[in-house]
């Protein structure tokens, strides 16, 4: 709960800098504040629910799998502000870009904490509505205005699935806690036909989110149209707040009971996600256009897990466990990528992979780093996407997904060729006359992230025990 009024609080204080007209000194306090957000988050290890408002209990839970999925996009939110610098560099925008940032953090955290059904609601709504705003916040961009646009759009449609979908499994079950529906999915031996068409809905509103095929066609478009940051922020917390919405309700007792209905659809999904993510990766031309694709294929391996995760409410460890690892492994991958595509855009913003030519004569130190980056969501040892696959892959072996780890490892050799054609450019590639350089920030970076991605990569267990905790939370419904 803390770090909720502290990142809400924060948002307030950037409004009021408008007001009061202490727009310069924004930046370090909200360095500060996210910093504090995740000390918060952290000192909740081992704390009782019980000491929490009635009225709040019945509603949130901050319990262990919230405490790490919480610090994971947290932590990943500080990395962003370094990388997003110049993005709040124009006062007259900063205190309007922060307070949207901070609000849709605070949905992204009651993603991960929820226990009814209303606040999931809210939750998505609270994310997604500042983030309509930030994908047209470059106003000239006419590219960046139809990304927006097609985002509301289409992100209305969702909330309205999302919306019904809700409302036919409280006709079924009488209540929005997750609990009580876990309860009522058990013990009722015959559920209404209303209530699998509410999980159909549900599951339209949550996939629409995190960009799961067929229901992906907005994300390369918006996330390509979007300001650079903008793009880093979506494709990193908001995808783990919503896959962490996601495994609340199907990798755990809540739908558990009815997982042979639903994991067909998964499955599916799945399957279809990493195969078109990674093929039309494989065609793109603009680095950025790529990384968007190449995050619709991210998501399907993510999917991997939350289908792995539970049959008939009996929760696989390595699902849990390997759905926040790999979504921490991606965040940082994702922060050091997007950071070197501000670098090497410039004010043109221009990153087709030509702009790429050279990078290693002309700054080794981001060359060097956007190859740790991309092997690490190419999944090459000794980085930290290795075994983000690793633990998914296991997950989707121990819960019968054979045909599901294959189609993954072949969408994996396809990202190999996708990612290492950045990396021959970079290496291998006459360098044009235009020079690149990164501000001492950016340089700084670049260094925490490449050693996050291969800290974690020779020592897995570092976050992967951190991720045990999540598992109290996914014990069954009483």
Known sequence: ???VLILS?????????????????LYPLLLIGVAGAVASAVSYIGFDDGEMSEYIKTMISFDAFAIVASTIMLVTLLLWFVLARDFFSDENNVADH???V???????ILLTCYKNMTMLFLGIEILSIPLYVLAGSKKTSLSSNESAFKYFLMGSFASGFLLFGITLIYGATGSFDLGEIGAAVSNKTVLPGYFFAGIVMLLVGLLFKVSIAPFHFWAPD???????????????VVKTAAFAAIVRLFVSPVFGGVSDFWLPILGVCTALTLVI?????????SVKRMLAYSSVAHAGFLLMAVASGSVMAIVNPFAVKGVLFYAAAYSAASIAAFTVLLIVGGKSGDVSIDRFNGLGKKNPLVAVVM???????????PTSGFFGKYYILTAAFQGGHVWLAIIGILGSLVGVYYYFRVIIAMFFRDANEETVTATSEHQGLLFVTAVIIIVLGLLPDLLFNFCDMAMVAMQPVQ
């Open 222 to 236: 918006v996330y390509d149209g979007a300001p650079t940051p903008v793009t880093a922020l979506m494709s990193t």
């Open 371 to 381: 190859t740790i980056a991309l092997l690490s969501l190419a999944g090459i040892p």
């Open 1 to 3: 709960m803390k770090p």
């Open 9 to 25: 609080g924060l948002g307030l204080l950037a409004l009021f800098a408008e007001m009061f007209r202490f727009r310069r000194a």
């Open 102 to 108: 901070l609000f849709a953090v605070v949905g992204a």
């Open 277 to 285: 993510g990674n093929v039309t990766a494989v065609v793109q031309t």
């Open 98 to 100: 922060s307070a949207l």
